[in-house]
């Protein structure tokens, strides 16, 4: 069994599990962190951005190369062009011999439309429907943002000087590698390749392995994989919680006693409690309303963005600013809020008893039919300008600072410092992000809220599942760089020790096959002659040929040409399967009838040695095992039969 890692990033896995002959692709994650090198991308053109100086390297050839793709702000060097992308490489493991790919979340499946349209892959694609939609909001929102603000050049020169440029560009990841993000018709043709699957079917792969899917907790539909090879059970979980939010819980039951336990994509704020992290959201924007300031909240378009709907509510309700109007931009906005009411089998049990009642599970819905919450495609979609008013919380997109409606509202904002802008998502590092912004008046909050496993639950999950063997990425094995001496942001030491796999590595892992299914032919096995050994116990020989088609293996009837080929016919009189211990005394009765009158017993503490001094023989009886010693072959052909009719046979 081996395991290939064609990603960097463990909370945006992407890697390959051979077994059996199948390739099985476990999430395909994108790794957008690449965008924080690039300048943002405004609605309108800014005349701050525009600006900035160009970045000139001591070396006058190198100047003259860049032409101007570096920008300098605040001693920050960024790319000024088309914002590119790192997806998973392709160059460790040929994509095309990807039998099946399993998906576990809306947030590790944005790199599919480059693995399913690019690289030759003829294979299928798993995934719960909640999973499935959701992806196409967040990839749709992202094609969305990029192709309204595009940059006509493309901006790659700076790769070719990239060891002279100064931190943290010098250290890019693969820059070489980087892609300008796919279309809406790849988009379409990837989602359409995708199979939705249910909590609990099985699937079957290649005839070779089962699959299921089962909850893990984290968002709407995601789910961690339940991987059978009949004797075998492997375990990938993958952004799981145990907290209690909107999404079914998680199901641990059916990850127990696995040989393998692959874990990945663990909390990304290991030193942050979620729940006081809501809190102080919460606490941080109500303090900007009542200075009077307005709060922007940069976001995703689904996923944690219905919790803060739901607390933020209910915190401004107590506090008595239930007035304030909060703002959702998205291009998916309208889609996102209605695929959250109407996946009531995959919320939480709280939430679906609303459903029945009738109520609607989430108060957003309530929020929008009170005039509370507003959505808009846009900033100049129809009915914005007559809605708009501060102060408010304005939630949009993206996360990352680069692109969407966020980049507006921070050039507008940026200069006053009433307003505030909270880092909810912990995603990207938020002082990065707020690079090419520099310098800020508004007010910053880092309150970064993951609900995915902490090492602490991590490390109790672990205990309980009790597997044979754990496979983490090498990065869980260490302190963080962001807390060195925090020794229990770990794994811990297990028994065996826990495999940790490094980015673009390849893995050999300590499963092996011991056992495979054969199923016997009806014809064969109505031929069987079975010979009891004991009450509750018989045994029979059999010969027959193995097909093996579509990884089934079958036992079938031999026919008589091909068992002429096996043996010949002196073998085929001789028994083949004797058993049991040699009878002593009917041994020296067959001994004496051949003429061998002359044998000598000798018991010793291994069992018993038979001597036949006139043909300098010995006859060595050890429990199980037989041993002659004697020269003349003929004579030990004939010893070779004396003692197989002392034994019984099948």
């Not at 059978?228 to 919680?241: L, P």
């Not at 770990?490 to 893995?507: R, W």
């Amino acid at each position: 069994m081996k395991i290939y890692s064609l990603g960097a990033n463990p909370n945006k896995p992407c890697n390959i599990l051979n077994f059996k002959g199948v390739s099985l692709m476990l999430d395909c994650g994108l790794d957008i962190n690449s965008a924080l090198h690039f300048l943002p991308l405004p609605l309108v053109a800014s005349k701050r951005l525009s600006s900035l100086p160009n970045w000139i390297p001591k070396d006058a050839q190198d100047a003259a190369l860049l032409d101007g793709e570096l920008k300098e702000c605040e001693n920050r060097v960024l790319v000024d062009g088309p914002i590119e992308i790192l997806p998973p490489q392709s160059d460790i493991f040929d994509i095309s011999n990807v039998d099946t790919i399993l998906l576990s979340n809306h947030a590790c499946m944005l790199a599919l439309p480059f693995i399913t349209e690019e690289t030759g892959f003829k294979g299928r694609v798993y995934a719960t429907e909640p999973t499935l939609q959701i992806g196409r909001l967040y990839m749709e929102e992202l094609v969305h943002y990029l192709e309204r603000t595009p940059k006509t050049q493309r901006s790659s020169r700076w790769k070719q000087v990239l060891q002279s440029l100064p931190p943290p560009l010098n250290a890019a990841l693969r820059p070489n590698d980087w892609r300008k993000v796919y279309s809406m018709k790849a988009i379409n043709a990837a989602l359409a390749k995708v199979r939705m699957v249910g909590f609990n079917e099985k699937i079957d792969i290649c005839g070779a392995l089962t699959v299921m899917a089962v909850s893990s907790g984290y968002s709407l539909g995601s789910c961690n994989w339940i991987i059978h090879s009949g004797y075998e059970k492997i375990a990938y979980v993958s952004a799981s919680s145990t907290l209690t939010t909107h999404p079914r819980p998680m199901d641990q039951v059916a990850l127990r006693n696995a040989d393998l336990l692959i874990l990945t994509a663990l909390t990304q704020t290991p030193v942050a409690n979620p729940d006081s992290m809501l809190g102080e959201f919460c606490m941080a924007v109500a303090a900007t309303l009542r200075s009077g300031g307005s709060c922007l909240v940069p976001c995703h378009p689904s996923g944690l963005l219905y919790d803060l709907f739901e607390c933020l509510s209910v915190h401004l309700d107590n506090i008595g600013l239930s007035q304030i109007p909060l703002f959702f931009f998205s291009p998916v906005a309208e889609t996102s809020l209605a695929y959250s009411n109407i996946f009531a089998e995959w919320l939480s049990s709280g939430k679906q008893s609303k459903v029945y009642l009738p109520e609607e599970p989430f108060p957003h819905a309530h929020l929008i039919k009170n005039g509370r919450l507003k959505h808009f495609p846009s900033l100049h979609a129809e009915g914005f300008t007559n809605e708009y008013r501060q102060p408010c919380v304005v939630f949009c997109g993206h996360p990352s600072l680069r692109f969407g409606n966020v980049v507006h509202f921070i050039e507008l904002w940026g200069n006053h410092s009433n307003h505030s802008i909270v880092f909810v998502e912990p995603d990207f590092p938020y002082l990065e992000a707020l690079a090419p912004y520099q310098p800020l008046t508004m007010k910053i909050v880092h309150c970064p809220i993951d609900t995915s496993l902490s090492f602490t639950q991590a490390n109790k999950l672990i205990r309980d599942l009790k597997p044979g063997n754990l496979l983490v990425p090498d990065i869980y094995l260490h302190p963080p760089v962001s807390a060195p001496l925090r020794s229990d942001l770990v794994i811990q030491e297990l028994e065996p020790p826990a495999l940790g796999m490094k980015s673009y590595q390849v893995l050999q892992l300590p499963i092996k096959r011991k056992q495979e299914k054969v199923h016997l032919d009806p014809a064969l096995a109505s031929r069987l002659e079975p010979i009891q050994f004991k009450t509750g116990l018989s045994a029979s020989t059999l010969t027959g040929k193995l097909d093996a088609r579509d990884n089934k293996f079958t036992l079938k009837v031999l026919n008589e040409e091909e068992g002429g080929t096996l043996y010949s016919a002196a073998e085929r009189m001789l028994p083949r399967h004797p058993w049991g211990s040699v009878d002593t005394t009917q041994l020296l009765h067959l001994l004496s009838q051949h003429g061998l009158l002359d044998a000598r017993v000798e018991d010793t503490p291994r069992g018993v040695v038979i001597h036949l001094p006139r043909e300098d023989t010995v006859i060595q009886l050890e429990g199980s095992n037989t041993h002659v010693y004697c020269h003349d072959e003929a004579l030990r052909r004939t010893l070779r039969d004396i003692l197989l009719q002392c034994l019984p046979c099948l």
